[in-house]
């Protein structure tokens, strides 16, 4: 099991900066892929960046160059830093953890999700 807990959206202009946080239950050492969706009104949820335990990345090109993704592991948070926001980032940011080890050492490919956070980004 993962609590996940996500902080950090608002509303913004554009061109303005916001960064989201999402601090899970557990140590994220024990857990595969962390990272962010995003969901606007009447659209599909959309995968926006990732995060391996080995702090490989994935931003997907609609955010590339102006997001980034990383990660604390001593506070066990992954951070999505927002830089030149435009009207069309506007959604609900859900954070979500995946691939986790029990202390048994089984492996679980379980998705967990956070509450979600809203964007808005004004024009």
């Known amino acids: 099991q993962v609590q996940l807990v996500e902080a950090g959206g608002g509303l913004v202009q554009a061109g303005g900066s916001l960064r989201l946080s999402c601090a899970a239950s557990?140590?994220?050492?024990?857990?595969?892929?962390m990272g962010w969706y995003r969901q606007a009104p009447g659209l599909q949820r959309e995968l926006v960046a990732d995060?391996?335990?080995?702090?490989?990345?994935y931003v997907s090109d609609s955010v590339k160059g102006r997001f980034t993704i990383s990660r604390d592991n001593a506070k066990n948070t992954v951070y999505l830093e927002m830089n030149s926001l435009k009207p069309e980032d506007t959604a609900v940011y859900y954070c979500?953890?995946?691939?986790?080890?029990?202390?048994?050492?089984?492996?679980?490919?379980?998705?967990?999700w956070g509450q979600g956070t809203q964007v808005t980004v004004s024009s």
């Open positions: 979500y953890a995946s691939g986790t080890y029990s202390p048994d050492g089984s492996y679980s490919e379980q998705y967990y």
């Open positions: 557990r140590s994220i050492l024990s857990i595969d892929n």
């Open positions: 995060i391996t335990s080995r702090s490989s990345t």
